[in-house]
């Protein structure tokens, strides 16, 4: 499986973002092809259970093939609904319901299978066996192609992977949120040969203070580049040596296109570490 430099996340497409209409979806569905991003992100909740909905009528509407691109979605996380009769949020792994989820997403989605099937949050009630036995039937039956966690801790995967294989960690890691790194998480998931996804890549790039180390540095190095502040950020998450993959939130389709252009940036190596100290604040050992 081989998945785009870039993930497009379709988080705030639909109810929870900009509404965009089934046309304005399916123009970024084939702007992000042309322009080398054929890999998206849902999840089951994503706007109240609605925005996979919008995205399958959109791909329907377009002419992009489905096995022109990949497609990610997650399950696990419940969020109150009358429908569904859930009163707080929860998780919920028990196999039957694993199997259910997926294919309504595939049903929503209008896709046949899923590329990557991901457990969106780590429950302290998840049985290791529940989970094994519904990948193994969405697998046999050809609804997902490989599995993988989000937020998930390397103990959380240990507790799993003797029973399932996990092919990739959906994490928070950015320039401006390097816990991942820092206390070793990265370096552990290449141990056991998981590929690392970054969601909100960018982190709170945008809203750094004018006279912030951080914002000071970047502003240099825009210029020494020619870059964006957020191609930046993205080239920094590109060196580190764990193939990260970026899930960029953006329904912009200039944004999108300028972030898979930053896939193509080397920063100079103190200028990278330039970027590492002014984040952490102080200068390495």
């Known amino acids: 499986m081989e998945l785009s ?81 859930n009163h707080l949020k929860h998780y919920q792994y028990d196999a039957g319901y694993i199997v259910a989820q997926a294919q309504q997403s595939i049903t929503n989605l209008q896709c046949d299978y899923l590329d990557v099937f991901l457990l969106h949050r780590p429950s302290p009630l998840m049985q290791k066996d529940e989970i094994a036995k519904a990948i193994d039937i969405l697998k046999r039956e050809g609804l997902i192609k490989t599995f993988g966690v989000s937020n998930f801790t390397l103990a959380q995967i240990d507790y799993l992977s003797p029973s399932v294989e996990i092919l990739y960690n959906q994490i928070q890691i950015s320039l401006t949120h390097l816990d991942a790194l820092e206390n070793d998480h990265l370096y552990g998931l290449s141990q056991r040969q998981i590929q690392p996804m970054a969601w909100h890549p960018l982190g709170e790039l945008f809203n750094l203070e004018s006279d912030h180390q951080l914002k ?70």
């Open 5 to 85: 430099k870039i993930i497009q996340g379709c988080m705030t497409y639909g109810k929870w973002g900009k509404q965009l209409t089934t046309q304005h979806i399916a123009k970024r569905i084939e702007s992000n092809l042309e322009n080398g991003i054929t890999t998206f992100d849902h999840a089951d909740i994503y706007g109240d259970y609605t925005t996979e909905v919008d995205f399958g009528k959109a791909l329907n509407a377009s002419p992009v093939h489905r096995s022109d691109i990949q497609i990610i979605s997650k399950c696990g996380l419940q969020l109150p609904s009358q429908q569904r009769g």
């Open 216 to 285: 000071t540095c970047l502003t240099e190095l825009s210029s020494k580049y020619s870059l964006t502040e957020a191609q930046l950020a993205l080239a920094f998450l590109k060196k580190l040596p764990f193939d990260i993959l970026p899930v960029i939130g953006t329904t912009s389709i200039e944004r999108a296109k300028s972030s898979i252009e930053a896939t193509q940036v080397d920063l100079e190596l103190q200028d990278w570490f330039k970027l590492y100290e002014a984040s952490r604040g102080y200068e390495v050992a």
